[in-house]
């Protein structure tokens, strides 16, 4: 199976910052790398697909990078709306993982 | 609209079984694999299993293989989870979610692009 670390755990930013999430996989995945966005109480949404890919409808102030082991989630300029918890998932094979989740909340 | 709408979660005693279903609308179903995904009570999402379109391919995590079988219903446009030997740590939100297909370096993958709202299963006596 392939272990993932997903960090911080915790990000406190204000409305306007630029934050960014990593997540590194304990073999190479490519680029099969997903990102999800999680409000309290409701299911995930998916952000961005490929590691790099915006899916439709998602602003472009959320952007994704990286391949091979290290990735890296970045939101440009944080809005009252983005304050969430953040998964990584890879889907590079199976067993398929998810990240232990970064929750952004307001400082 | 694609839609996912999760049924069959409650109460069941620990050792117990349970049959989740999913609703698939808005897509054709058939050519879509579809996984379920859960998440206990405060914690993170948990992988838990996927199926092909056509069924003939499944996939488990470990923490559930041999007490959980996913299948579906083409005909019917319904996923299935069927739960047995359910235990405490079984306990959570459980959702479905349809699988899109990305091909990179020489394989697909299948990352989740629609989610179900989720049903919760409770395992406790």
């Known amino acids: 199976a392939i272990w993932m670390t997903q960090s911080p755990s915790l990000l406190s930013a204000s409305t306007g910052d630029r934050v960014t999430i990593s997540c590194r996989m304990s073999q190479g995945i490519s680029s099969y790398l997903a990102w999800y966005q999680q409000k309290p109480g409701k299911a995930p949404e998916l952000l961005i697909y490929a590691a790099s890919t915006l899916q439709s409808g998602v602003p472009s102030r959320f952007s994704g990078s990286g391949s091979g082991t290290d990735f890296t989630l970045t939101i440009s300029c944080l809005q009252s709306e983005d304050f969430a918890t953040y998964y990584c998932?890879?889907?590079?094979?199976?067993?398929?993982?998810f990240g232990q989740g970064t929750k952004v909340e307001i400082k | 609209e694609v839609q996912l709408l999760e049924s069959g979660g409650g109460l069941v005693q620990p050792g117990g079984s349970l049959r989740l279903s999913c609703a698939a609308s808005g897509f054709t179903f058939s050519s879509y694999a579809m996984s379920w995904v859960r998440q206990a009570p405060g914690k993170g999402l948990e992988w838990v299993s996927a199926i092909s379109g056509s069924g003939g391919s499944t996939y488990y995590a470990d923490s559930v293989k041999g007490r959980f079988t996913i299948s579906r219903d083409n005909s019917k446009n319904t996923l299935y989870l069927q739960m047995n030997s359910l235990r405490a740590e079984d306990t959570a939100v459980y959702y479905c979610?349809?699988?899109?297909?990305?091909?990179?370096?020489?394989?697909?993958?299948?990352?989740?692009?629609?989610w179900g709202k989720g049903t919760t299963v409770t395992v406790s006596s």
């Open positions: 998932q890879q889907y590079y094979s199976f067993p398929q993982a």
């Open positions: 979610a349809k699988a899109s297909r990305y091909y990179g370096s020489g394989s697909y993958g299948y990352y989740m692009d629609v």
